[in-house]
Nanobody, 126 residues
Framework: QVQLVESGGGLVQAGGSLRLSCAAS????????MGWFRQAPGKEREFVAA????????VSADSVKGRFTISRDNAKNTVYLQMNSLKPEDTAVYYC???????????????????WGQGTQVTVSS
């Protein structure tokens, strides 16, 4: 079992930046693909970014490409999401997720991640 705890959310003005962290415990994440998803009120949870277990592949949604960057530090058992040039439409609860040895073509698939954190709220004001 992997336990995930997100942090770093908050209120920021449009154009600002935040860095989300996802601290894992219970297992080392070195064999886990890690993803970030978000859910706005009244909307389905959607893919934001993911990184392969090897760290060699990172993918992101078109809506955040060029603004958000996912990274991982296996020594710290932590995954990060650096969010720049934030927009009001980025407002959502952001969730971290983990999947053991998930292959690259499936990184964007929400249903393939069995482990989830409790989420952290990001609010971007206009």
């Amino acid at each position: 079992q992997v336990q995930l705890v997100e942090s770093g959310g908050g209120l920021v003005q449009a154009g600002g930046s935040l860095r989300l962290s996802c601290a894992a415990s219970g297992r080392t994440i070195s064999s886990y693909a890690m993803g970030w998803f978000r859910q706005a009120p009244g909307k389905e949870r959607e893919f934001v970014a993911a990184i392969s277990w090897s760290g060699g592949t990172a993918v992101s949604a078109d809506s955040v490409k060029g603004r958000f960057t996912i990274s991982r530090d296996n020594a710290k058992n932590t995954v990060y999401l650096q969010m720049n040039s934030l927009k009001p439409e980025d407002t959502a609860v952001y969730y971290c997720a983990a999947a053991l040895l998930l292959t690259t073509p499936l990184l964007t698939s929400r249903s393939r991640y069995p482990y989830w954190g409790q989420g952290t709220q990001v609010t971007v004001s206009s």
